[in-house]
């Protein structure tokens, strides 16, 4: 079982940045597989970017050269740096723990990117 609590979104003007964290507790950090997903009303979830448990990271198209995705297993935390956002970035932003066929979500951080 894990834990995971996302912080650092908020209101950001266009081409501005932002980092989220996700903490997590109550298990092995280092063995999930962790992603970064954004949801906005009335669309799925979107995966935004990922990292395996050896660190191959991975990104959706929308946001490569932008967002990178990095963890700190001694602090059992992913982070999500963004860089240059976009109005179309504005979404509520949910971290993901994976582990075989178990997911956990956090409850997610909001984003909002004025234009």
């Known amino acids: 079982q894990v834990q995971l609590v996302e912080s650092g979104g908020g209101l950001v003007q266009a081409g501005g940045s932002l980092r989220l964290s996700c903490a997590a507790s109550?298990?092995?950090?280092?063995?999930?597989?962790m992603g970064w997903y954004r949801q906005t009303p009335g669309k799925q979830r979107e995966e935004v970017a990922g990292i395996s448990s050896g660190g191959t990271t991975n990104y959706a198209d929308s946001v490569k050269g932008r967002f990178t995705i990095s963890r700190d297993n001694a602090k059992n935390t992913v982070y999500l740096q963004m860089n240059s956002l976009k109005p179309e970035d504005t979404a509520a932003y949910y971290c993901?723990?994976?582990?075989?066929?178990?997911?956990?979500w956090g409850k997610g951080t909001l984003v909002t990117v004025s234009s």
């Open positions: 109550g298990s092995t950090f280092s063995i999930y597989a």
């Open positions: 993901k723990a994976k582990w075989g066929l178990t997911n956990y």
